[in-house]
């Protein structure tokens, strides 16, 4: 495909050579290309790591793996707003573009932050199946097809950030809140709607009525506006305030019907 | 008593934000209705507001029914909400949604309302509790609101309170399982929106008296 030569993208990116050190802007000037994605963009700032002033400086430092919005590793602030890198046209991006490192995820450099917290989060609310057992447990119960097509939903979650990256309720890096944001609460709804994954509902419903839980939400509802998956977080989150309240009543006064 | 795990530690601020949620509704929600409607005899006419106070002052076990359906659920509810706007933060310059502005409206609101009923309390109760007997609590009311910036602080008070009750009447019932879709959750907004526009036009008329005499 031919280049338009007259065109450029303007772009400034946040650079941090390593976690303690300090932060600088960084202004590039990158030939036009139809189709831009803003991976495309780095990448080529990562052949051809010159400046706008046209001084040489080190390519930038970011994390990308699936390019199709599936995987959630180049989830950054572009135009101040957390968004998948490899889902976010040029073409529909306001210039010069400010790309800037998720800010409640401990920095590595540059672009690249430690999303290990995310999955710390999915394990404290059991967010998984237990099909092993110590003989064969046999096959499962079938789902209906409509609470397939509903779970299937939820089930697009990618563990990308940007709900715990727009949510005024989860830490800062150094802030004092200490919500685990709402894709993790989402989760707990989704396996608990799972027939083999109801039978430890309870163990995820007490893991969210902890001080980083549900009762974390402060109800701004960012998260359901920036997930790029359209998952309905605010109706999962509201589900389990729901949820937990049975659930403290059974842990309180003792289960109801045998359960 | 063995030390709580930090487990349990959690499960109590899980608890108390349950119940600060609770007792915005039940009972200062319902304490701050019915203080609406008290004032709304003074549209009648001074003495019918004088006396409805002076029934008011002179209810059986008077200060045990404050302290214990108002001071108290007062306290415990500004305690944990002050707890709630310090662990949180605002982002609305990135995030400028209308939700968003709620929530910052909501814990700003909250701070203004806890400030003016420290003031209210103190300016007006005592003055009122101190008054001897044939006394009006009307004419106290009027010096206490004589001083334009008095005026205007009251009227940002008594505003800030009603904002904070609307609102947090649509947060209580996502926040107890109630409205769980995104439309169940649209109409209680609408339901609140009507709301505050009665209150406001309720609290609109309440301070015209007040100002007019």
């Known amino acids: 495909m031919a280049t338009d030569s007259s065109r450029i993208i303007k772009m400034r990116i946040k650079r941090q050579d390593s976690p303690d050190a300090p ?77 800037e490192p998720l800010t409640k995820f401990p920095l590595v450099r540059d672009l690249k ?69 709402p894709a993790p609460l989402s989760q707990v709804r989704l396996f608990n709607a799972h027939p083999t994954g109801a039978m430890h509902a309870g163990v995820r419903l007490n893991a969210i009525m902890n001080d980083n839980g549900v009762s974390g939400c402060g109800n701004a509802q960012n998260c359901v506006r920036v997930c790029p998956k359209s998952i309905p977080l605010t109706t999962s989150i509201a589900d389990m305030n729901r949820q937990t309240l049975k659930q403290s009543f059974k842990n309180a006064l003792g289960s109801f019907g045998g359960k | 008593m063995a030390e709580p795990t930090l487990l349990q530690q959690g499960r109590r601020i899980n608890f108390l934000k349950k119940l600060q949620s609770l007792c915005g509704v039940v009972p200062l929600g319902i304490f701050f209705c019915f203080h609406l409607v008290a004032n709304y005899t003074l549209t009648w006419s ?49 995030y400028g949604y209308m939700r968003n502005w709620r929530y910052l409206f909501q814990r700003i609101t ?29 004419s106290i009311l009027q010096t ?25 009447l649509w947060t209580f019932c996502i926040t107890w399982g109630i409205t769980l879709t995104p439309r169940s959750q649209q109409i209680t907004s609408y339901l609140c929106l009507a709301l505050f526009v009665v209150g406001a036009f309720f609290v609109g008329q309440m301070i015209f008296c007040m100002v007019t005499g």
């Not at chain 2, 003055?127 to 007997?133: F, K, R, T």
Request: with cysteine.
């Open chain 1, 23 to 99: 932060s600088r802007w960084e202004d590039f000037e990158i030939p036009w290309k139809p189709n831009m994605n803003v991976v495309s963009v780095l990448m080529e700032i990562r052949a051809h790591p010159v400046l706008a002033n046209g001084q040489t400086t080190t390519p930038v430092v970011w994390e990308s793996v699936c390019l199709e919005e599936v995987c959630g590793a180049c989830t950054m602030l572009i135009n101040g707003v957390a968004r998948q890198a490899c889902s976010t046209l040029i073409d529909s991006l306001e210039q010069p573009i400010k790309l």
């Open chain 1, 113 to 181: 932050v430690d999303r290990q917290k995310l999955f710390e989060h999915l394990k404290q609310v059991h967010a998984w199946i237990d099909i092993d057992g110590v003989f064969d447990l046999g096959p499962g119960p079938r789902m209906s097809q409509h609470k397939r097509d509903w779970a299937y939903e939820l089930s697009k979650c990618m563990t990308c950030g940007c709900c715990f990256e727009a949510c005024p309720n989860t830490k800062r890096a150094d802030g004092p809140a200490n919500f685990m944001g």
């Open chain 2, 46 to 94: 001074i003495p019918a507001y004088d006396a409805f106070s002076h029934f008011l002052e002179t209810m059986p076990y008077k200060d045990l029914l404050e302290i214990v359906v108002i001071f108290l659920p007062l306290l415990f509810h500004a305690i944990i909400g002050i707890y709630i706007v310090f662990t949180g933060s605002n982002n609305v310059s990135t």
């Open chain 2, 110 to 138: 909250g701070v203004i309302a806890f400030a003016f009923l420290v003031w209210h309390v103190i300016g007006l109760k005592w003055a009122v509790s101190l008054m001897p007997d044939g006394g009006s609590t009307f």
């Open chain 2, 144 to 168: 206490a609101v004589a001083n334009p910036v008095a005026l205007v602080a009251f009227i940002i008070g008594v505003y800030s309170c009603l904002y904070h009750f609307v609102n947090g």
